[in-house]
Nanobody
Framework: QVQLVESGGGSAQAGGSLTLSCAASGPDFSSWKTGYCMGWFRQAPGKEREFVAVISGSGRNTDYADSVKGRFTIRRDNAKNTVYLLMNSLKPEDAAVYYC???????????????????WGQGTQVTVSS
């Protein structure tokens, strides 16, 4: 079992920045953290949840949705069991509830970009005003 707790959500103006954090815990995660791919997804009101970014267990491989490439950066600190989403040049369309997700994929450089993650956080709200 893995527990994920997001933080860092809030309000920002268009063009501004926010950094989200996701703290992971659980005995399996602590033992096999480099085998866990971690990702960020978001869901705006009336829309389906969508992929934002993903990072491999080693941190060497990442992938991003086209809508956030060049503006968002995903990073992880395995010593702190934490993954971050640095969001710059925010747009009103970035407003959503952001969810952290984790999945044990085995390989330290493996990433998955679909929504088939086993573990999910509760979400953190991001609001962007124009």
């Amino acid at each position: 079992q893995v527990q994920l707790v997001e933080s860092g959500g809030g309000s920002a103006q268009a063009g501004g920045s926010l950094t989200l954090s996701c703290a992971a815990s659980g005995p399996d995660f602590s033992s096999w953290k480099t085998g866990y791919c971690m990702g960020w997804f978001r869901q705006a009101p009336g829309k389906e949840r969508e992929f934002v970014a993903v990072i491999s267990g080693s941190g060497r491989n990442t992938d991003y949705a086209d809508s956030v490439k060049g503006r968002f950066t995903i990073r992880r600190d395995n010593a702190k069991n934490t993954v971050y989403l640095l969001m710059n040049s925010l747009k009103p369309e970035d407003a959503a509830v952001y969810y952290c997700a984790a999945d044990r994929v085995g390989g330290p450089d493996t990433i998955i970009v679909d929504g088939l993650f086993d573990y999910w956080g509760q979400g953190t709200q991001v609001t962007v005003s124009s």
